[in-house]
């Protein structure tokens, strides 16, 4: 039985990065689920990890011998207006571990206590989002998304107020980086070059080797970022808060907040109860990103020499996220449909597709997986259109198994992690279990599962969701 080793790669770039803050000890860590693959992934011991000791870190009342824990600091655009002072305000970067092929990733406990970054907050987190995190990061991962992981969630035996008081708990969040466009505009809207630049050497050195320098790593988070958000609009998933603080330069999917996967396909669904202006609805996320990524871009302007000449190839780059984005886009709905390499030609195919299920609110998850099954007619309450688009398909001779290893049977629905979240809040943790060990395999279809890919019936629909905090 053995602790985690940690490195402290980012603690090593010095002062002004963060700041030297201890995780507050709980009174009655309680281990909610260990997620044991992830532990074999990064090398972790698991038995220790799920062992009194190993809950004494992951609910922060232990530190490990290595472990150097810190805030970051980062700023970010907030719903378009800028923060200049936000940074880790619930959670502290315990270190990096170095898995046994060699990848790093960091190891962070979410909701942890205040740090000089918490501002008004108490720096925890309630039970609700921890289990979401968990559920919703963990789905994304088996589904071959970039994203941070979780790798336990615990209870601390503490009530957390918000509106009421809550059961307190800490999330294990592990991540090959938590660098996000909000860490380069912290130091860039301070004029701090030499931060920016060790910053930027950081991370071309830990996310993007081959870069060479800001321009080739401005490239990399572009091309990376085009290829997530693909895949986020493939699931239906819509993050919820796409702040460029929320947003990681390794094109991870980080911040599960008021996240949440559409049921009834509708393009500008949103469900964030704070998003009232639909900036971050579903078919707004690639605008988005683009948006951030030039936040990103103007940080690094410094960084490139000649100015006239780097704001040209600045602008390139980032003008360059629509075309990669479009071509990821199309291969991963091609792939949807069971076309394989997909073309310009085939777009239409797709988007009356998408149009048909808009107009009748259809099941996004049920009407793709269902085409492999030839289940989908039935998600429509007027079939005849569908029968119509459905015949010039087949007449495109897709690859049904294609389809169906692309589509998943079962996604994260709202109304279920709501029923795991309320079941939680009474001490009963088997849905959540069940829930997690059905979403890590979302195209199993044994039977077992059948009730998790249905569609809410219409009073269980949950349509609001809430922030992380
Ligand atoms: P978010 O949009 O949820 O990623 O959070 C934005 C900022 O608010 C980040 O700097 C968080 O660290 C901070 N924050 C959120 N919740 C809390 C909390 N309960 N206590 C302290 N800071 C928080
Ligand atoms: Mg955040």
Redesign the pocket.
Known sequence: MTAPRFDNSYARLGSGFFSRTAPTPVPQPELIALNRDLALRLGLDADWLSGPDGVAMLAGNALPDGAEPIAQAYAGH?FGGLSPQ??????VLLGEVVAPDGARFDVQLKGSG?TP???R?????WLGPVLREYLVSEFMAAMGVPTTRALAAVTTGEPVWRETALPGAVLTRVASSHVRVGTFEFFAIRGDTDRLRALTEHVIARHYPDAGDALGMLRGVVARQAETVAQWMALGFIHG?M?T??MAVSGETI?Y?PCAFMDAYHPETVFSSIDRGGRYAWAEQPRVAVWNLAQLASCLIPLMGEQESAIRDATEVVHGFPGLYQAAWLRRFGDKLGIADATEGDRPLIERLLDLMAAQQADFTRVFHGLAADTAAAEFSDPAPFRDWQADWRARKPDLDLAARTNPVRIPRNHRIQQAIDAGLTGDFALFHRLALAWTAPFDTRAEWEDLAAAPAPGEEVRLTF???
């Open positions: 907030q936000l940074g880790d305000g619930r959670a205040p970054f918490s501002r907050g108490d720096g925890r987190a808060v702040n603080d929320n911040d907040g922030c992380g905090t």
